[in-house]
C-alpha cells in the first residue's frame, strides 16, 4: 500500500524540532560519503522549469526518494510537485508526499540550522535578526531558528510590501523600505527571493555579519554580490552542486572560493567563523538526502496517527 500525504497532513505531522534534529543528524553522517546525488534541470515550453532530485539516500536508511518539481514563478504557488519515498529492500512506493510543503520546510530548517551555527550569538552581539523576501522559506527559516535562539529586534523587506507587513505582524517585527536597509540594521539577515540582480553588495555589510542566502538555487538567480561571496567565510552545503547550480555559479566563482560545507562544521572538521568580525555567509542548493529525512519522519508518524489516504497503485 502506498500511502498519500497532503500539505494538510504534513502540516499536522511535521514539527521543527524533530525535522531539525533529523536534518543535524542527516548533515553529519552524510558529509564525505559517497552517497550518489543528482540534480537534474530543464527549462519547459512554458513559463516554468522542472527539476528532479534523486536518489535521496542516507547512510543506513533502507530506503530512498525521488522528487519531481514543478517551478513557475508567476504561479500560487510557485512550487509544485511531488516525493515519491520507496523501500530500498524491494522498491515499493512507501509514499506520495506533498513536495512543495517538505522542500520549504526541510529548506527552511536546514537554513535555520546553518544559521544558528555560523552566525554570532546575541552574546557577541548578534541581537537584530533581518529578512529579505517574506515568503515560505523565509517563514521556516524563522520558525526554526526561534527553537534555536533569541533575538531583539527583526526588521523585514519584500518586493510586495504588505506581504512584508503581514510577515512583520505575525513575527513582532518592522518594515523596511530596501534590502539594503534591512543589512544597515540586521546582525543576522536571511535572503528568501526570485531575484537575478544581486540585492546586497560588499557596502552594505557590516563586519560580524552572517548572511543565510537561499534563492540563487539556479541558474540565473542572484541576491549576493559575486565579491560578497568571494570575500566572506563561504559554507555552502554540497561544494561540487553549489559550484555547478548554485550561488557559485551564478556568480561564476570557483569552487575554491566555498570555505567550508555545513556537514564539516557540524563533524568538527571546520570551524563556522575563524573570528568575530569576520561576515559568513551559508549558500546552500539543497540536497536529495534532505528530502528522504523528512519524508521518512512524515511517514513514520503517519502510519502511527493514521494520517493520509492509503492506496493500491498495483490494484
Known amino acids: 500500500m502506498t500511502r498519500i500525504l497532503t500539505r494538510t497532513d504534513l502540516l499536522e505531522l511535521l514539527e521543527p524540532a524533530e525535522c531539525l534534529k533529523a536534518l543535524r543528524e542527516g548533515f553529519t553522517v552524510a558529509a564525505g560519503s559517497a552517497l550518489p546525488g543528482r540534480r ?3 527549462d519547459l515550453p512554458f513559463a516554468g522549469t522542472a527539476t528532479a532530485l534523486l536518489p535521496g539516500l542516507l547512510p543506513g536508511v533502507d530506503a530512498y526518494t525521488v522528487k519531481v518539481n514543478a517551478k513557475f514563478p508567476g504561479a500560487t504557488p510557485a512550487l509544485r510537485g511531488v516525493i515519491c519515498l520507496h523501500s530500498g529492500r524491494d522498491g515499493e512506493l512507501l ?29 557577541e552581539g548578534a541581537r537584530t535578526v533581518g529578512v529579505i523576501g517574506a515568503g515560505a522559506q523565509a517563514e521556516l527559516t524563522l520558525r526554526g531558528l526561534g527553537t534555536l535562539r533569541s533575538w531583539d529586534a527583526l526588521v ?18 518592522s518594515v523596511v523600505p530596501t534590502a539594503a536597509a534591512v543589512a544597515a540594521a540586521a546582525d543576522v539577515v536571511v535572503l528568501a527571493t526570485w531575484s537575478r540582480e544581486p540585492l546586497l553588495r560588499p557596502a552594505d555589510l557590516s563586519p560580524g555579519q552572517h548572511l543565510t542566502a537561499l534563492g540563487a538555487d539556479e541558474p540565473g538567480k542572484r541576491e549576493l554580490a559575486p565579491e560578497v ?23 561564476g566563482l570557483p569552487s575554491s572560493a566555498a570555505d567550508a560545507t555545513l556537514g564539516e562544521i557540524l563533524r568538527g572538521e571546520a570551524p563556522a567563523r575563524t573570528h ?21 519522519l512524515a511517514l513514520r508518524r503517519a502510519e502511527v496517527t493514521g494520517r493520509g489516504m492509503t492506496l493500491d497503485l498495483l490494484a
Open 40 to 42: 537534474v534541470r530543464t
Open 95 to 123: 509514499a506520495l508526499v506533498d513536495s512543495a510543503t517538505v522542500t520549504a520546510w526541510r529548506t527552511g530548517l536546514a537554513a535555520a540550522l546553518a544559521t544558528d551555527l555560523i552566525a554570532r550569538t546575541a552574546g
Open 156 to 173: 523585514v523587506h519584500d518586493a510586495d510590501e504588505r506581504r512584508a507587513v503581514a510577515f512583520a505582524r505575525r513575527h513582532g517585527g
Open 229 to 251: 561571496l568571494a570575500d566572506a567565510r563561504l559554507i555552502v552545503d554540497d561544494v561540487a552542486l553549489v559550484t555547478a547550480h548554485g550561488a557559485l555559479a551564478n556568480a
Open 276 to 296: 568575530g568580525r569576520e561576515v559568513t555567509v551559508y549558500a546552500p542548493v539543497g540536497l536529495p538526502w534532505q528530502d528522504l529525512a523528512l519524508s521518512r
